[in-house]
């Protein structure tokens, strides 16, 4: 089944302790992004890739890092997490063509809460 | 200005009706344009994409999009409860950059 897998899809910590969300998809897909998702905002980009070792920021990267050394699997850190980082995460991936944009389907998400 | 508008709602609309939902944004390069739907604490799941004037119709849904006006449209033909959901509008910024609507809350009402 094709499909992007985030883990964990729950998580309450404390501010400053690192945390690594995981992204991975199995339909060969170039592109990942991640979101997170807040009331009133709605979805935001945080980064995106391109492909392997090919990582941009995206509206508001402050706070997070990634990394793409698979083509399959796509990490967001937080480092040193803050109260305003409390939201739902979303990993998505596509295919890569050209100007336009495939469409992406996204992963069940990952509701993190920082206190 | 944002860069993708909806209007957020709620729009209610009976069992059976035509749902309109609409969406404009400001970047005259775009060129490619999404409808997602979002059921409450769920991912987005896409229903339609378009890259050309003109309408694109899958089943219940057409999508209609309007270079000139910079204006994307879908409409879903023979409501369902089932349709009642948040959808999101979604439009690239360069390549590769997705810029979202804050979505529309639509309600089906039987």
């Known amino acids: 089944e094709a499909q992007v897998t985030q883990n964990p899809r729950y998580l309450i910590t404390v501010t400053g302790k690192k945390l690594t969300v995981t992204c991975s998809q199995n339909?060969?897909?170039?592109?990942m992004s991640w979101y997170r998702q807040d009331p009133g905002l709605g979805l935001r980009q945080i980064y995106y890739?391109?492909?392997?070792?090919?990582?941009d920021k995206g509206d508001v990267p402050e706070g997070y890092k990634v990394s793409r050394k698979e083509k399959r699997n796509f990490p967001l850190i937080l480092e040193s997490p803050s109260p305003n980082q409390t939201s739902l995460y979303f990993c998505?991936?596509?295919?890569?063509?050209?100007?336009?944009?495939?469409?992406?389907?996204f992963g069940d998400g990952t509701r993190l809460s920082i206190l | 200005q944002k860069e993708v508008e909806q209007n957020s709602g709620p729009l209610s609309v009976p069992e059976g009706a035509i749902a309109s939902l609409n969406c404009t944004y400001s970047?005259?390069?775009?060129?490619?344009f999404f409808w997602y739907r979002q059921y409450s604490g769920k991912s987005p799941e896409l229903i339609m994409f378009?890259?050309?004037?003109g309408d694109k119709e899958d089943g219940r849904f057409t999508a209609q999009l309007n270079k000139a006006s910079q204006y994307v449209s879908l409409l879903i033909r023979d409501s369902q409860p089932s349709d009642s959901a948040t959808y999101l509008c979604?439009?690239?910024?360069?390549?590769?950059?997705?810029?979202f609507g804050q979505g529309t809350r639509l309600t089906i009402n039987p």
């Open positions: 979604a439009v690239n910024r360069g390549a590769q950059k997705l810029v």
């Open positions: 890739s391109m492909n392997v070792e090919v990582t």
């Open positions: 339909m060969n897909h170039e592109y």
């Open positions: 970047d005259r390069g775009s060129q490619s």
């Open positions: 998505a991936s596509s295919f890569s063509r050209g100007y336009s944009n495939q469409p992406q389907h």
């Open positions: 378009i890259y050309s004037n």
